[in-house]
């Protein structure tokens, strides 16, 4: 069966802080794969989605970077944290159908 | 208008009433519509998908689809305290093969004791 996982689970970083957040598929190949975010009291922003390795797509301009160096991993990253990108940050994989499928998620606290 | 809209609650039902979830959307081309259940701190879970007019149901949940009304809704039959969650709403969409889902904002479900 097919597993994702995310983590850490939760992060508290300064300010100006790098941010790196892994998400991994077990048991399928290909997989599209898609970066959430979730704000407080707020919706599920979609962030980046990928189709496959090294092919990143972006849906909303921000500090925020994607990377996919193996077919099932995909990397969220960032240069410098603001306040605002404290939130819940889900990675989500999508098999046959249209159906998504969440990981866990990472709880971000910017500090 | 949103692509998808709900209510966001709270709705507040007792235990062993019928809950009805309802959302609405814009895209008349529309075949796929989700319900995902997101305990609080949780991440969302896929609870139904309905890809037809008319009724599913699955254990004490149905899901209704109304094309022509561009209207789904979530009934939750037997209401209990663990239904307690916010339900979100949600439909591919995108050029391409559906490679996105738009979510709605979900509504917020509180089952009273």
């Known amino acids: 069966s097919q597993t994702i996982h995310q983590w850490p689970a939760t992060l508290v970083q300064p300010v100006g802080s790098p941010l790196s957040l892994e998400c991994t598929v077990e048991?399928?190949?290909?997989?599209?794969l898609y970066w959430y975010r979730q704000a407080a009291g707020r919706g599920l922003q979609l962030l980046f989605y990928?189709?496959?390795?090294?092919?990143i797509s972006s849906e909303v301009p921000q500090n925020l970077s994607a990377s996919r160096p193996q077919d099932r991993q995909f990397i969220l990253s960032s240069k410098k944290l603001l306040l605002s990108d404290s939130g819940f940050y889900l990675c989500?994989?999508?098999?046959?159908?249209?159906?998504?499928?969440f990981g866990p998620g990472t709880r971000l606290t910017v500090t | 208008q949103k692509e998808v809209e709900q209510n966001s609650g709270p709705l507040s039902v007792p235990e062993g009433a019928i809950a009805s979830l309802n959302c609405t959307y814009s895209d008349r081309v529309s075949q796929s519509f989700f319900w995902y259940r997101q305990y609080s701190g949780k991440s969302p879970e896929l609870i139904m998908s309905i890809y037809s007019n008319g009724d599913k149901e699955d254990g004490r949940f149905t899901a209704q689809l109304n094309k022509a009304s561009q209207y789904v809704s979530l009934l939750i039959r037997d209401s209990q305290p663990s239904d307690s969650a916010t339900y979100l709403c949600a439909l591919p969409r995108g050029p391409g093969g559906y490679q996105k889902v738009t979510f709605g904002i979900g509504t917020k479900l509180q089952v009273i004791p």
């Open positions: 989500a994989w999508r098999p046959q159908g249209y159906e998504q499928y």
């Open positions: 990928s189709v496959g390795i090294g092919q």
């Open positions: 048991g399928t190949s290909n997989p599209n």
